[in-house]
């Protein structure tokens, strides 16, 4: 079975720096997915980002990029520029790229805290 | 943007009472899941659903639970006889079902059992 692995529990970042916020997994199979979720206070699951393990290039979307690391198994999350609306739980999600409709695997949670 | 929206935002029931948590997945995905969260714990995978029928389903996701897709658009979560450690935050997802999916969530219902 796959596990993902978020050895930060909470994590604190000032305003307009950067912050990287730690993944791994475990896995025995070549062809699978990552993602970042945000869970702010209200408690919503919000896709941030994805990457597939096919691909070499690391997934960017705006201020959040990925450092994909497929030997070791990492998949760490980089907010540049925080803001503090970035203040919320991110979980790191495993997806099996066999069949479809598979479920998610997520991480225990890093609490990220954005001060002045 | 379409989204996955959940009804109620709350639920307050006394155990051994039947809930029924509903979910209206984004209209053109085929897929649709059950996750649940206990305050202060990672998101768990209770059942995964695809043409009418379960398509995976996780140890937690025993007898006393049950899914269905009643009509065309709703998706429904049943727990039969509820306990007090089914207090957790229930959120719905839904999904194209291609290879590589995103998953996109529901706002969440948040259940407690007294």
């Known amino acids: 079975a796959q596990t993902v692995t978020q050895s930060q529990p909470e994590m604190s970042v000032q305003e307009a720096e950067t912050v990287t916020l730690s993944c791994t997994y475990d896995t025995s199979e070549s062809d699978y997915y990552l993602f970042w979720y945000k869970q702010p206070p209200s408690r919503q699951m919000i896709l941030v980002i994805r990457?597939?393990?096919?691909?070499?290039q690391n997934a960017t979307e705006n201020r959040f990029s990925v450092n994909f690391q497929k030997a070791a198994k990492s998949f760490s999350l980089k907010i540049s520029d925080s803001q503090l609306g970035d203040a919320a739980m991110y979980f790191c999600?495993?997806?099996?790229?066999?069949?479809?409709?598979?479920?998610?695997?997520f991480g225990t949670g890093t609490r990220l805290q954005v001060t002045l | 943007e379409p989204e996955v929206t959940q009804t109620p935002s709350h639920q307050v029931t006394q155990m051994g009472q039947e809930v029924i948590l509903r979910c209206v997945p984004i209209s053109n995905h085929l897929y649709f899941y059950w996750y649940r969260q206990i305050l202060g714990q990672k998101v768990e995978f209770l059942v995964s659903?695809?043409?009418?029928?379960?398509?995976?389903k996780s140890e937690i996701f025993d007898d006393q639970f049950s899914v269905e897709r009643p009509d065309g658009s709703n998706f429904t979560l049943k727990i039969r006889s509820t306990k007090l450690e089914d207090s957790a935050m229930y959120f719905c997802?839904?999904?194209?079902?291609?290879?590589?999916?995103?998953?996109?969530f529901g706002p969440g219902t948040r259940l407690l059992v007294l």
């Open positions: 659903f695809y043409n009418n029928e379960i398509s995976e």
């Open positions: 999600a495993y997806r099996s790229g066999a069949g479809t409709a598979s479920k998610l695997t």
């Open positions: 990457q597939e393990a096919y691909k070499q």
């Open positions: 997802a839904s999904g194209r079902g291609d290879r590589g999916e995103t998953q996109y």
